[in-house]
């Protein structure tokens, strides 16, 4: 067998006899070896070399087969209409009709009996505009842990914050919680960001997983 | 397949079931339990080869993301971390093959053929190769031509073949590959004048 070893298959040969064409062949072949060497290192318990931050590239790979593999992220939801729009969206239109016609029949009958002291009450409510955005409060840093903090949401049962690097793109999650503060250790939210550059990032409160305000970005200096 | 049941399977039945169910959150589980079992391993190795935290992370990421878009390809016929060393190595072998060129003192062993883009220069480098292997098992004892492949096919550096190797000595591997150099020109030297 002049063939070389298959670096997929090398431990094929643990179990194959002494005299195993391939077996036969390592014994004159140093490359074959130099491979077979780097094999069982890898697969050995060999200390890391100098230099090597194993706990914390275990616990940046972990984040990241969680985000990548485990958990992707899902395709961007289309994005929310204003709720300007939402209010003259064309479902809610006959609804604005009914309504102007019931508050000027209202007025109307107001005009007509302006001697009554009895009050007019109107069934029903006018829409009510989304609360104003949610409030961010000064985070506090240490090193590479930032707790983030934010003014309660009306309504809001959930938060969760989203990290952007500085072009936007979105490079981790964090979340979610039913507390107004959260800590976000940078190198596992966010393992993805470029060290050196600020962070930044927006709270989404949430009812019942359904998103119902945004604060403005906040950023997080460069670390 | 719970969590708790997920640590306690084997490589195999998390293969298993990551192909199967590829595409549910089970399947994903399983595929980042099986995944994250190895990655010390790949970052170590990628370590090796690179020599610096931030790049072997990247390249670590590369590896594990590649091994769980082929998992597919995967026919069970070696374990799994077998599997794994080789599309490790593949990807740390065309980090530091390209773009820049190895940074030591065995500029002579950058001449050992390695196989090129094209097809010329494939066939032209396993003759080269077959003639130098054949010359290094004659002239080379077995540390020697080990030390050799390790650096020229495995492209470890230096230090990596001198811990792998158990050398001894102050310049470790260096002055093994140095002698293996000098020996193996002086064989090429009289194989040409021979031909001559």
């Known amino acids: ?223 | 397949m719970n969590a708790k049941e997920r640590a306690a399977a084997s490589d195999q039945e998390l293969v298993a079931l990551a192909v199967r169910e590829r595409t549910s959150p089970a399947g994903r589980a399983a595929a980042s339990e099986l995944l994250g079992r190895h990655r010390g391993r790949v970052y170590i190795w990628c370590h090796r080869y690179v020599r610096d935290h931030e790049r072997a992370l990247d390249l670590a990421q590369d590896v594990l993301l590649s091994a769980w878009r082929s998992l597919d390809s995967f026919q069970g016929r070696s374990r799994f971390s077998s599997w794994l060393f080789s599309i490790a190595r593949n990807r740390c072998l065309s980090a530091v093959r390209a773009p820049e060129p190895m940074h030591d003192d065995d500029s002579e062993l950058e001449r050992v053929p390695d196989r090129g883009p094209d097809t010329e220069s494939i066939v032209v480098g396993r003759e080269e190769e077959q003639a130098l292997v054949s010359l290094a098992a004659h002239h080379l004892d077995e540390v020697e031509q080990e030390a050799l492949w390790l650096r020229c096919f495995e492209r470890l550096p230096v230090e990596e073949i001198t811990r792998l190797l158990d050398i001894s000595g102050a310049s470790g591997a260096r002055a093994v590959l140095q002698s293996a150099r000098r020996k193996l020109r002086l064989a090429l030297d009289r194989r040409e004048s021979g031909r001559s």
Do not use: K
Not at chain 1, 55 to 77: C, K, Q, S, T, V
Not at chain 1, 189 to 214: F, K, Q, S, W
């Open chain 1, 1 to 223: 067998m002049n063939a070389h070893l298959d670096p997929a298959r090398l431990d094929e040969l643990q179990a194959a006899p002494p005299e195993d064409p391939r077996r036969v062949h390592v014994r004159g072949c140093a490359r074959c070896r130099a491979l077979l060497r780097a094999h069982d290192d890898f697969l050995g318990d060999a200390p890391a070399p100098a230099g090597a931050r194993l706990a914390d590239a275990e616990r940046a790979l972990g984040a990241f087969l969680e985000r990548e593999i485990a958990n992707p992220r899902p395709a961007p939801a289309p994005a929310r209409p204003s709720w300007l729009d939402r209010l003259w969206a064309p479902a809610v239109r006959p609804a604005w009709a009914v309504a102007v016609a019931v508050l000027v029949a209202g007025g109307a009958l107001l005009l007509m009996r302006s001697g009554d002291p009895r009050p007019v009450v109107l069934r029903g409510a006018p829409p009510v505009a989304p609360g104003s955005e949610l409030e961010l409060l000064a985070p506090r840093i240490e090193g590479d842990a930032v707790t983030l903090r934010w003014r309660a949401a009306h309504e809001a049962d959930a938060y969760v914050v989203r990290l952007f690097s500085v072009g936007l793109e979105e490079v981790g999650r964090v979340g979610p919680t039913a507390q107004t503060s959260i800590l976000v250790r940078l190198s596992q939210a966010a393992p993805g960001a470029r060290r050196g550059e600020p962070l930044l990032y927006r709270v989404v409160a949430l009812t019942r997983g359904d998103e119902i305000g945004n604060s403005a970005l906040g950023t997080i200096p460069p670390r």
